[in-house]
């Protein structure tokens, strides 16, 4: 009962120090929990039906929880380029859900699409390994380290043509121990999942190792398709 207590009163001292932020937009919360009202209930969720799709010339199944977007978009940046990797926690739920509905049955292990050790120095943290381990023990497993890096490439979000960013991944990717990975079912893990050429690489240096299959999971991907107002589809097409 004693340490029950001493728990709550060194929750309470931190939260004093540290107030718990919603992990999308930041703000502080009113109420305990670690995402806010108003992103909660406007979170951009990829649509039913439209939440798994297949990347790379292979087709690897990919589960994505939302839309890169809004509070998305930020929240991801925040976790990236912020420093701010408690975020990962949260968003690991968001990804474990997805894969649970879309893959479930698909994969017996969990690993991630690793950074290069240029950019794990300059943030800190490989930010896809957070997210794999911490939604890796939704199924009581631990995320296992199963590729590497070859070389340091551009960031992906550099790129706006879908053949660079192919090209720039296009190989980049090798198994640790191919001894580890053979004849096993993985699930592999990233941040965002946009055109899937990093996803693609990553899973396919998998089965080059041997695994027996590889399906996908990330947080974010993609942008709601919004209708333009007539007015305006008429305008371009005088342009």
């Not at 949260?90 to 698909?106: C, H, K, M, N, T």
Request: glycine share 8%.
């Amino acid at each position: 009962m004693m340490t029950g207590l001493l728990n709550e009163c060194r929750t309470a001292f931190l939260d004093l120090l540290f107030p718990p932020k919603c992990a999308f937009c930041g703000r502080l919360l009113e109420k305990p929990g670690d995402v806010c009202e108003a992103c909660e209930k406007n979170l951009p969720y990829r649509e039913e039906g439209k939440i798994l799709s297949a990347i790379g010339e292979e087709g690897f199944p990919c589960a994505v929880a939302l839309y890169y977007e809004d509070m998305v978009r930020d929240g991801v940046r925040a976790l990236k380029f912020g420093k701010k990797s408690w975020r990962a926690r949260v968003f690991a739920r968001y990804i474990a859900q997805a894969a649970a509905e879309q893959l479930g049955g698909d994969f017996d292990a969990v690993t991630f699409v690793p950074v290069s050790r240029r950019r794990n120095f300059q943030r800190g943290f490989d930010q896809a390994r957070l997210l794999a381990e911490a939604a890796a023990k939704t199924w009581s497993v631990k995320a296992e380290p199963t590729l590497k890096k070859l070389r340091h490439t551009r960031a992906q979000s550099s790129l706006n043509d879908p053949e660079a960013r192919k090209k720039n991944v296009k190989d980049v990717y090798a198994a640790l121990h191919p001894d580890r990975v053979r004849g096993r079912r993985f699930l592999l893990i990233d941040d965002v999942c946009t055109t899937g050429s990093t996803m693609a690489s990553a899973a396919g240096a998998l089965m080059e190792a041997g695994a027996a299959r590889v399906v996908c999971a990330a947080l974010a991907g993609g942008h709601r398709k919004v209708d333009k107002p007539e007015s305006q589809a008429e305008d371009f097409g005088k342009n």
